[in-house]
């Protein structure tokens, strides 16, 4: 993936770079040395590596505002990182670049159970979140696999989601109000703890815009009661299309699990060998997952396994306790380390209607033949979300690169049957070029445009979301 | 309310305007006698008025597009407007301006029960939406009161919400997708019929805009299945106060009923003569109704009604009826309606934390007797979405900028507990001198920098949502 070429007079001014650093951050927050700033040189695409000049770990809002002050006015680009657990390489560094990392940002500022939010840092950890007010009856809905690393910071730059989204929605369905420092500095309140504010939403555009038009360091986020019960079931079929079309089916009833969650063979075998879960060993195998009281689940759980029956599953049974569901849970929240075990793999990240489960599982197997690359489904299939993990060799030449191209006609088939490119992980650098095929030029120059108004020198997070040739023409045209 | 002192030399180009729009459009579907646009004159907020230059009825994307080029051309400012049901003056013309209804853009252009969309015109009311895909057991959530005049295209303007959304969520959390004209011309798509798309979120930024950035001409809306009982309970107290307490613990319990609405003494009278609804005679109503299986209710409303037992009220009634349960409901969205046969009024719209409800109310009480005008309040209690009816006397003079007065210290009361100034009504004329206690100056700034973007000359339903002196500094400075 190319990257844009580093100013080689940034570069030079390291040492001032440095020393301003110094001036408004404490010396432990202030990262310069490259076997240091090492740590920072990818996120979990790991395929893409490029150490940064520096990383900062600031503390307060204030602190962020200073830093990237200096930043801006001596032209310095700045990669924002939540916790580094990027799919799509939205934390990658470039070689001139200062990594402002969060991890710092960790507090906890007010619980408000009568008014159902907690205000956090946003380096906090996402199950952290929950963790603080559990104790209660609450949690936090988005759940991303990453929950217990990923920052809140990542999750509103990505607008997450996770297995449970299917009923709670993703992150901008629970993000009520957020603090974000724009690149020169300026600090903005943006929403708060009450329904939709005047004016522009601009808090619904800051959520999902890959650190690219400013550094959130504060959220109000929407916080919900737990539900008195949940129950999983596990239903196995005999091939990936049929799954697909139970899926589709229940959907279409009206009933609303809490999650759906898809796994083909290979995903079931390698979850099954990591986490004990019971799975059964077959073609495809559904996790749906309902809540409420015993009696609620009940009935929600007959009509669904209904629908289940039609499909002649080779597997169906609920879970009889909650150290079953746990465990049930544990295998897919463990998938895509559990593959990584077995096998390199890119895993993508493409959204489409429902109904056209099928039709694309289908396709994708065919595509997998004609590429020569394996492929493991896993993924959110409720909402339509799916997780293509293509397996690979990294140290085979060439086999990257081919397993990118297989990619990239995977997220194209998903944008031609009406779905689009990223579900959750966002487009970062992988999905950049790709931009084009979901986009008319002047859409995607409106979204460009509007990065000009927070960030008009393009400094913040460079070289992401979209095709470099257009991010560079409109930085270079700031300058 | 000051509006912009119109542009002599466009009103001077009547003639040549009116026949560049017969060019593009049919002839009638271009208005221009001074008899007939002053049916264009005013919106739901009919304390002002201002007969536009012309109005124009186009009927398709296209005919929007090129009316919209020739306007931008010839300077000549747009007010989009969907059916007129503003209460903020959202709709609202200037001397110099062109009314573009949407009215004739009412077609369903695509229904998708299995991925449970429907896709339509956005001059389509809202309940007709409900109705092109009812027979098939689904709905449309977003009900604001007005819903059987309302236009799609108001409802995403002014991000809608109504009665149900305490559970459904408002316009935004059921808007997938738009096709938008820009002031120049050009046709966007955003969004689709698919979970969030890549790239920045400009459809959320859409969503709520007021008419200011883009003309809405199609909508993709996420439609939902029919519960399969819904049941409201009348629950009635000796006070405003106490009713605020219960509705206030009935959301801290976790119970999330559909929808909580709450009426004063003066509402409750004027919507049973109205409605003949069955309301007790009492100091506060709320009606709260769940839905689910027959079982569902009942499990919920036990909960629900032994909270409310707490609190003795003076009725505590379940509906027995779907007919019951429809004169209930008819009651409440004929509110507005039925308190207008009796007195002028000014209706408010601004949301507070729910905890804050019992002290918001005693001190909408105690201004009231401070201003000495009576209020009345009517509102969706459950997201703390406020509408103080303050009642005055057209015919008095001084009476009008007395109640304006009262409205904006009602509105500042909601910033001041933390909420905001406006729930759904959105800002229009009415609240945008109100944005700078809402706003910090950079926050209002970048809100502008965003309008620059989409609309660089600011023709667009120009003098709402910002404070006047600001957005024509804006508009000048583009000239």
Chains 1, 2 share one sequence.
């Not at 898809?262 to 073609?283: L, N, Q």
């Not at 009696?295 to 209904?306: F, G, S």
């Not at 295998?331 to 390199?344: E, L, P, T, V, Y």
Request: hydrophobic fraction near 40%; include cysteine.
């Amino acid at each position: 993936m190319e990257m844009p070429r580093p100013n080689p007079d940034i570069i030079a001014r390291k040492a001032e770079l440095v020393s301003r650093m110094l001036e408004v951050l404490p010396a432990d927050a202030v990262i310069s040395d490259p076997s240091e700033t090492r740590a920072y040189e990818c996120d979990a695409l790991t395929a893409y590596k490029c150490p940064p000049l520096a990383a900062i770990l600031p503390s307060s809002t204030q602190q962020v505002s200073d830093a990237l002050r200096i930043c801006h006015a001596m032209g310095v680009p700045v990669v924002p990182r939540g916790s580094g657990t990027s799919l799509a390489g939205g934390a990658l560094p470039t070689a001139d670049s200062v990594i402002l990392g969060v991890a710092r940002l960790n507090d906890v500022l007010d619980t408000d159970y009568d008014n159902r939010f907690i205000k956090v840092q946003t380096g906090r950890t996402n199950l952290s979140v929950t963790g603080a007010v559990e104790e209660h009856g609450f949690f936090y809905a988005p759940d991303p696999s990453s929950q217990l690393a990923c920052a809140i910071a990542g999750n509103i730059a990505m607008n997450s989601g996770g297995a449970h989204c299917l009923k709670y929605g993703v992150t901008t369905n629970n993000l009520m109000g957020v603090t974000m420092v724009l690149m020169d500095g300026t600090i903005m309140e943006l929403g708060g703890a009450h329904l939709d504010a005047p004016g522009y939403d601009l808090l619904g555009l800051i959520c999902g815009s890959e650190g690219q038009l400013g550094v959130v360091t504060e959220a109000t986020l929407r916080i919900l009661h737990k539900p008195e019960g949940a129950r999983p079931v596990l239903m196995g079929f005999d091939s990936n299309e049929v799954a697909g079309q139970c899926v589709s089916d229940i959907i279409k009833a009206g009933v609303l699990p809490v999650a759906i969650e898809f796994m083909d063979r290979p995903c079931i075998r390698a979850c099954e060998a990591f986490a004990k879960a019971g799975y059964p060993d077959c073609e495809a195998l559904l996790i749906v997952e309902v809540e409420g009281s015993d009696a609620e689940i009940d009935e929600q759980l007959e009509t669904i396994m209904a629908i289940a029956r039609t499909h002649n599953p080779v597997e169906l049974r609920q879970s009889t306790s909650a150290e079953e569901s746990a465990r049930i849970w544990l295998g897919r929240k463990s998938a895509f380390g559990a593959m990584g075990q077995i096998n390199d793999y890119m895993c993508l990240d493409g959204t489409i209607p429902v109904s056209q489960l099928p039709f694309v599982l289908k396709r994708i197997g065919e595509m997998s033949k004609e590429f020569g690359l394996d492929v493991a489904n896993v993924f959110h299939a409720g909402d339509g979300n799916m997780h293509p993990l293509i397996l690979f060799d990294a140290n085979k030449p060439g086999d990257l690169e081919l397993c990118e191209a297989f990619g990239a006609e995977i997220l194209k088939l998903c944008v031609e049957v009406g779905g689009c490119l990223t579900g959750e992980h966002g487009v970062g650098i992988e999905k950049r070029d790709l931009m084009v095929d979901q986009y008319a030029p002047q859409d995607l120059e409106m979204q460009m445009a509007v990065k000009d108004v927070f960030d008009p020198k393009w400094l913040l997070n460079p070289a992401k979301v979209f095709p470099l040739q257009s991010s560079e023409s409109h930085r270079i045209a700031a300058e």
